[in-house]
């Protein structure tokens, strides 16, 4: 089955730039989706179709895809950014739903 | 607006089954999958079944045969309910599930608040 490997922590201060990756074989070829999940909540959308935003999710979130990697950027780091962000791909193969093992985003 | 609206938190049996239930508003029922979603205490999120309103179920190989989802043929036609049930519970199905939507480019764009299951004899 597809996996998905994630850093277990990232830290960044305040202001500055968080890069929480994503890996995968040949995952530039899938399209990658990114869920941000504050303690005690329901996960939210934050990037779909690897670059999109949804509606309400500031522009300082970006994502990016391509060789065997990708990345959620968190532009102008917030205290309210904390949370653990998770990348998800469908995989044809199987026909699963496939997440990463999840990233805790510090923000120092 | 969209809204996955899920059932309160259960506490069963080792062996005994649960249904968890998903009400579904705001949007057009059929458009759209209903995916379920797992996680225990502590960890990530583990994907265990998707319901297709056109097609049947499709379930994560870890959950075959001890899984299900099925929907509510209410009449009210402003709400479907999708249900989930897991049978042989063991303490590892400690978790917390969610129900979510999926949309067209396999994203799940719509969450529910999550129903806390907790395993214990």
């Known amino acids: 089955s597809y996996v998905l490997t994630q850093p277990p922590s990232v830290s960044e201060a305040p202001g500055k730039t968080a890069r929480i990756t994503c890996g995968g074989n040949?995952?530039?070829?899938?399209?990658v989706h990114w869920y941000q999940q504050k303690p005690g909540q329901a996960p939210i959308l934050v990037i779909y179709?690897?670059?999109d935003r949804p509606s309400g999710i500031p522009e300082r979130f970006s994502g990016s895809n391509s060789g065997n990697t990708a990345t959620l950027t968190i532009s102008r780091v917030e205290a309210g950014d904390e949370a653990d962000y998770y990348c998800q791909v469908w995989d044809s193969d199987t026909y699963h739903w496939v997440f990463g093992g999840g990233t805790q985003l510090t923000v120092l | 607006q969209v809204q996955m609206v899920q059932s309160g938190a259960e506490v069963a049996k080792p062996g005994a089954s649960v249904k968890i239930s998903c009400e579904a508003s705001g949007y057009t029922f059929s458009n759209y999958y209903v995916h379920w979603v797992r996680q225990a205490p502590g960890q990530g999120l583990e994907w265990m079944a998707i319901?297709?309103?056109?097609?049947?179920?499709?379930?994560?190989?870890k959950f075959q045969g001890r899984v299900s989802l099925t929907r509510d043929t209410s009449t009210d036609t402003s709400t479907t309910t999708v249900y989930m049930e897991l049978r042989s519970l063991r303490s590892d199905d400690t978790a917390r599930y969610y129900c979510?939507?999926?949309?067209?480019?396999?994203?799940?764009?719509?969450w529910g608040q999550g129903t806390l299951v907790i395993v214990s004899s």
């Open positions: 040949n995952l530039g070829d899938k399209t």
């Open positions: 979510a939507r999926g949309a067209g480019g396999k994203e799940l764009d719509s």
């Open positions: 179709y690897d670059t």
């Open positions: 319901f297709n309103p056109r097609d049947r179920p499709i379930y994560a190989e």
